[in-house]
């Protein structure tokens, strides 16, 4: 289910991805990296503890997945681009939808200390799956449930970092 058109039959068999979503895909792979490299030295200039984990022990392997994704996207680009199509058709709204979605961030990280991590992250989950195309709106709140509890309660109990509990205690 695509909100794109389909691009008008040339004659010729047209498949893979059009160009602009293959440079979209290489330019977003190639932020990561930087981000990867950036997570990573920061990561390893944090001072040791007596702690029986420090304070590099979540940054270091988010920085290094970063990097895995980040070059795998750049890969993926790359054979993509050798094989793109002109581009197609814009999706309709989806200058609407990047603006709901940033809108969307910004309100949690402005509902964040008032209403608790479990509760702004489930929603910012779920209203990011239904903007980007959720074929089921109640699996993606179960999911976006599902995902906040289990990051709260790995990092809040089980790493001992707090996270913003809100109103109910979670």
Not at 43 to 55: E, I, K, N, Q, Y
Request: some cysteine.
């Amino acid at each position: 289910m695509t909100d794109v058109k389909p691009v008008a039959d040339t004659g010729t068999e047209e498949s893979g991805t059009d160009r602009r979503t293959a440079r979209a895909s290489a330019l977003f792979g190639g932020l990561m990296l930087v981000g990867a490299v950036l997570v990573i030295v920061d990561a390893v200039r944090l001072p040791d503890t007596s702690g029986v984990v420090g304070p590099a022990a979540v940054p270091l392997p988010v920085g290094v997945l970063l990097g895995v994704v980040g070059a795998g996207l750049l890969v993926r680009a790359r054979s993509e681009l050798r094989e793109t199509r002109p581009g197609a058709e814009r999706p309709p709204h989806g200058t609407l939808r990047l603006g709901a979605m940033v809108g969307v961030l910004v309100a949690f990280a402005l509902l964040l200390p008032v209403l608790g991590y479990v509760l702004c992250s489930a929603a910012l989950f779920t209203v990011t799956a239904v903007l980007l195309g959720a074929p089921r709106v109640t699996q993606a709140i179960a999911y976006g449930w599902a995902l906040a509890g289990i990051v709260f309660l790995v990092f809040d109990r089980l790493i001992g970092l707090t996270l913003p509990t809100g109103p109910w205690g979670f």
